[in-house]
């Protein structure tokens, strides 16, 4: 049977939360390993809940060197970008090949099967995911889909190739890529991998179960969206990238929509040094069955 925890690191970026730890206890639940990282003036806080050996001082060099994409006053909150990029040279400086990047407002995992949605009490479900994107040269980042977004009603395929990556993503580590811009980081990043040619995927038979944005205090809410709502993100990304990307009003508030369908010439190449096999369940999953009756909006 293999292993139900991942290889590959998991950090969670994390401010003004060390009351909540929403991301951090359901890993503790599910015995996964991490390491979150956090403001030096924050540590103190962080670490009266939590082990201080599960904790990394966000370097203030990658808040004074961030791209923002955009102009900001003395002391305006950079967001979470710059904690992501310290995680991504910590990962790369450790030699992980791969590293896993989680928001800290992330309630949940499930398992999506034959229009049932499980609850995952250990680390399978990122095994998988790893395991998935070992097998081929030229996916740049994967992750799950929001629970919110996959319709028990409706017929989805196990995956979805070349879009967006949000909230939880397994990044490859030695890929000339950084994290950018004061908003919408993870559908810049996502495109800029697309645009120079590789693949992403998102899993719908993996699901994390995630605030919604304004949601919960602390992170960015307390830092710029409560004041500024959806509108400033939405535009940034329609100005990075205005080939794609443009606004729209749903649900009440400004969203931007990104078209994707460019990068489905993307295809995936095969690793020819791996053998694959099929019809065998090797994980021994670990499921916790619920009537799914709960948070429909994910």
């Not at 649900?251 to 099929?278: A, C, M, Q, T």
């Amino acid at each position: 049977m293999k292993s139900t925890q991942p290889q590959f690191p998991i950090y969670i970026p994390s401010k003004g939360r060390w009351e909540l730890r929403t991301t951090a206890r359901y890993l503790d639940m599910m015995r996964v390993p991490y390491r979150m990282v956090v403001e030096a003036g924050e540590f103190a806080s962080y670490a009266s809940v939590i082990n201080p050996d599960n904790l990394l001082i966000l370097g203030p060099v990658y808040q004074r060197d961030y791209d923002a994409c955009m102009h900001l006053a003395e002391g305006q909150s950079k967001g979470s970008g710059p904690a992501r990029n310290f995680i991504w040279d910590h990962a790369a400086t450790s030699g992980a090949p791969w590293h896993w990047i989680m928001d800290d407002n992330i309630h949940g995992f499930f398992r999506l099967n034959k229009n049932i949605k499980t609850k995952l009490v250990d680390g399978t479900c990122f095994r998988c995911m790893e395991d998935f994107v070992l097998r081929y040269r030229n996916i740049a980042m994967a992750g799950p889909n929001y629970h919110g977004f996959a319709d028990q009603r409706s017929k989805m395929p196990p995956m979805v190739f070349n879009t967006r990556i949000f909230s939880c993503s397994l990044i490859r580590t030695d890929l000339p890529f950084r994290w950018r811009g004061r908003y919408n980081e993870d559908a810049d990043l996502s495109l800029r991998m697309l645009k120079a040619g590789y693949c992403t995927v998102q899993f719908n038979a993996f699901l994390q179960h995630k605030d919604q944005t304004q949601t919960q205090k602390g992170g960015n809410t307390s830092a710029f969206y409560a004041e500024e709502g959806t509108l400033p993100k939405s535009r940034m990304l329609v100005r990075l990238h205005p080939d794609v990307a443009k606004l729209s009003w749903r649900y009440g508030r400004w969203h931007h929509h990104v078209d994707y369908r460019p990068f489905k010439r993307n295809k995936l190449i095969r690793r020819n040094d791996i053998e694959i096999p099929s019809g065998v369940d090797n994980y021994g999953m670990r499921l916790v069955h619920l009537k799914e009756r709960e948070h429909a909006g994910g």
